[in-house]
């Protein structure tokens, strides 16, 4: 069984976040989170036609660079934007970059 | 000789200029090129210790983002951030990032 390994605040980088959301599917699901407040499951946040373990790639490139929090629900895994974290450490960053992230 | 290839304002992607910037490098040298408005060679605008060709890849990747123009200047490149190019694509972006960027 997979754990879910999650930086603490302090420890989230700006590149690592601009490199982690320099990617159209991976803002299309941290935008499709941040729609769906209480936390969506990877299949329910993924661009439609993508392959399981590229979207689990994704999750776990947004989970290292601290844009996501990925916990176990049943047997689903349920994703959620650190957008506190976020704000803390970079305020008026996620919200610029989505900003022009196109839909 | 190399002929230096500047992708168009409206060619310019928020994932480019994202993952161009996702590097702390290239992140110094966009803030040495602002802080010299006339244009800065590749190796006044560099950080002292790095090898020509790793610096002279660092620029390509910001040059092919669409975050910098190149031109030759006598033996020279000179370099200056396309601040009326990002700004007009982005609005906000450079900047937002640049604020949370360590010097």
């Known amino acids: ?8 605040r302090q420890d989230i980088t700006l ?5 982690a959301l320099a990617d159209p599917n991976r803002l299309r699901i941290i935008k499709g989170l941040l729609n769906e407040k209480g936390g969506m499951s990877c299949t329910e946040a993924a661009p439609c036609d993508m392959a399981k373990s590229t979207l689990s790639n994704h999750f776990r490139v947004l ?4 844009l996501i929090q990925t916990t176990k629900k049943g047997v689903e895994h349920q994703n959620s934007v650190r957008e506190a974290d976020i704000n803390a450490r970079f305020p008026g960053l996620l ?3 989505l900003k022009h992230a196109q839909d």
């Open 63 to 66: 989970r290292e660079a601290g």
């Open 15 to 19: 590149e690592g976040v601009l490199a």
């Open 95 to 97: 919200k610029t970059i």
């Open 1 to 8: 069984m997979a754990t879910f390994v999650h930086p603490s």
